[in-house]
């Protein structure tokens, strides 16, 4: 629904690069679980790691099947969730950068951190057009009244 106003070819460029990046973080989900980092297993816990894990992955999988049967709702409340894994996941890299040495996981903390704002700046998005949905909602209401 949010890609309506985008010409079809456009429109399936973005729903697919929307499902890669969503597929990208059910793997690295999956890829937590089943190979979990020792720097993040020792420093969070494994329970802290494997929810981190299961938030992202889980979370991703619904957006991406959000976006693949274009119900926009079902994107906009998993992106808040798999980013709140990403975001456990950036502070125990941040932790990782600054507190343990040597500080060369720098590099890796702003791409994970970028990542993040990706889940951020999709969910914010997806609330812009909630908001004009209800907008528009309200003024048909009112005209035809």
């Given at each position: 629904?949010?890609?309506?106003?985008?010409?079809?070819?456009?429109?399936?460029?973005?729903?697919?690069?929307?499902?890669?990046?969503?597929?990208?973080?059910?793997?690295?989900?999956?890829w937590t679980v089943i190979w979990t980092?020792?720097?993040?297993?020792?420093?969070?816990?494994?329970?802290?790691?494997?929810?981190?894990?299961?938030?992202?992955?889980?979370?991703?999988?619904?957006?991406?099947?959000?976006?693949?049967?274009?119900?926009?709702?079902?994107?906009?409340?998993?992106?808040?969730?798999?980013?709140?894994?990403?975001?456990?996941?950036?502070?125990?890299?941040?932790y990782l950068t600054i507190f343990a040495?040597?500080?060369?996981?720098?590099?890796?903390?702003?791409?994970?951190?970028?990542?993040?704002?990706?889940?951020?700046?999709?969910?914010?998005?997806?609330s812009a057009h909630a908001t004009k949905?209800?907008?528009?909602?309200?003024?048909?209401?009112?005209?035809?009244?």
């Amino acid at each position: 629904m949010p890609f309506r106003d985008v010409p079809p070819r456009q429109r399936f460029r973005l729903r697919l690069a929307l499902s890669v990046v969503y597929a990208l973080g059910i793997a690295a989900g999956i890829w937590t679980v089943i190979w979990t980092p020792p720097s993040l297993g020792d420093t969070a816990g494994h329970v802290i790691t494997y929810g981190w894990a299961a938030l992202l992955g889980g979370n991703s999988l619904a957006a991406l099947l959000g976006v693949v049967l274009d119900r926009y709702r079902v994107e906009w409340l998993a992106c808040w969730f798999a980013g709140l894994g990403a975001a456990i996941y950036v502070g125990v890299m941040w932790y990782l950068t600054i507190f343990a040495p040597p500080m060369a996981r720098g590099a890796h903390s702003l791409m994970s951190t970028i990542a993040l704002m990706f889940f951020v700046y999709r969910a914010l998005e997806l609330s812009a057009h909630a908001t004009k949905l209800r907008e528009q909602h309200v003024i048909e209401t009112e005209i035809l009244r």
